[in-house]
């Protein structure tokens, strides 16, 4: 009477014990997660990017969540610290460009903008990161701390070279 459903019970058993590999998972802005990087140092830039996998993974319109927004020009101009800047490549087509930031706000009222200039004559990619805070609020006065992944995009065919601040980061060929 049980012997019929003692082959599909231990496959059912077997199937679910198996090891499943693991897969990168997709973030908001369409950059795959995938284990960090070693940090790079300010003395020690990263020079090549970290390429990560793609595959499956259903493409994401753009967002710049930390693009100028409307009413900044109210605003006060502020520091930003950046503790590490790593560039990630992802394996899709055309292949994605991606800049990871991590570091601090000069408090938690300041908000993170970031603008990236189109590559110039020399294939140089400029990033500028900065804050915006509102000057007639008062705010606590402790560093923020933020992790930011911001979408360069996707490039023609050459090698490019990355500066955020006046300093190289890093470089990749696409």
Known sequence: ???????????????????VPALPLATAAGAAVSP????????????KP?????????????????????GDERLSRGNVYIDSATLLLAESYPPQVFL????????PCHQLRVEVSAPDAQNRIRVEAYSRVDPNVICVQVLKAFEASIRLGSYASGHYTVWLNGRRVGEFDS
Do not use: D, H, K, N
């Not at 070693?38 to 990263?46: C, H, V």
């Not at 990871?100 to 408090?107: A, H, I, K, Y």
């Open 1 to 19: 009477m049980f012997r019929p459903i003692m082959p599909l019970l231990l496959t059912s058993m077997l199937a679910a014990c198996a090891a």
């Open 36 to 47: 960090a990087p070693p940090r790079a140092t300010e003395a020690e830039p990263s020079r």
């Open 50 to 70: 970290t390429v990560i996998p793609t595959i499956g993974i259903p493409p994401v319109p753009p967002r710049m969540p930390y693009a100028p927004q409307p």
């Open 100 to 107: 990871v930031l991590s570091g601090s706000l000069p408090t």
